[in-house]
């Protein structure tokens, strides 16, 4: 299909899902991460065995890639600046210059008002007496939501203040060593539902979207997808051409995932956004003409990008997060997994992380059926297997 070599920083699960696509189009993937990593169980071609923040490792990568890109937004952007002007022929896709952005969520968040993308109201910090002037002086009141600008993922980096006394606590929990420019402020946004769309661009520019779904946020982690989401076809478009847009004044190819807001009055804001596949793109491996995952290596190599339309009437995916740690807390993990075998329409992803811990993202179970309905009686049947469910 092409003959050039992709080079992926980073070996986690979203890696390890775009190594299926890839070798059904003969395609060859370098992952960068240390051995045994879940992409690079199921690698057929090489891998560059390090930590993808090695800048000497990415130099590494590069000399045997044509096309370099990312599974996690968390890398050495400075690092691939230098790796591009040393291998001119490197393309790096989607470019440094839109991970800068993406990664620094402040950033993010001042980028998109630049362009003037629909987002929740923030500020920027540094100590309590400027929260207290943020919530007391400038409208935002409590809750409001400490965030951090960098690094944060899974809820791991925001923290909820609810009153002046957990002011002080919330900046050591996100900010332990005091560093300058670490945490920012976002207004408490009362939303109906959280909406995610998937936007994928291709190096000419040609743009695809897929439907609308609605992600289910358990303790800030993803729980469960919906698709489509449920709710007025109206909302459903809006969600997607304010996704389309977000996208639109971001650069290079590659699939994104666009989170967003759903307020009672109709409003919908752009939460965040993620420069690669996307949790709430894992359904579109079984429910979608194309997945997430090929779609992205389509983009960043300039094929013709595939259809986004859905093959099934419904579909929803279940998280299978870790209930404990080790190997007890594995057997436990796994019941819903062994549950779904019954289930007619479930798909088990489990992604070879070599040791289970509580709240680590293990595999996911994807659920199709002709109706929605269908679906949520699939899901309710999983969720009994699963903490504070009947079995
Ligand atoms: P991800 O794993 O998606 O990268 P993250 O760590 O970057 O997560 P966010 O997406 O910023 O975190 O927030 C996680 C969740 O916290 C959101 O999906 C939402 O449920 C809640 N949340 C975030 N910001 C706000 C806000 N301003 N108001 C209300 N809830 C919020
Ligand atoms: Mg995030
Ligand atoms: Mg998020």
Redesign the pocket.
Known sequence: MDKKVIGVLGGGQLGRMMMEPANNLNLKVNILDAKGAPATQVQVSDHVDGDFKDEAKIQELAKKCDVLTMEIEHVNCDALDRVAKENPNIDIQPTPQTVRIIQD?FLQKEHLKNFNIPI?EYASVTDKQSILDIVNNKGFGYPI?L?SRKL???????TVINNESEIENAIKTLNPTGADNALYV????P?KK?LAVMVARSKSGNTVSYETVE?I?KD???HIVFAPAQIDGLIQKNAKAIAEQAIACLYGAGIFGV?M?YLENGEILV??I?PRPH?SGHYTIEACETSQFEQHIRAILDLPLGSTKMRVGAAAMVNILGTGDGEEGLADTLRPCQASMTIPGATVHLYGKRECRKGRKMGHITVTADTMPEVVEKVEKLLEYMPNGKK
């Open positions: 969520k929740p939501m965030k944060a993922y899974d809820g791991r980096g925001n976002e207004k408490w946004v939303y959280e992600t946020q800030n982690i993803c989170e807001f939460n965040e993620a949790n």
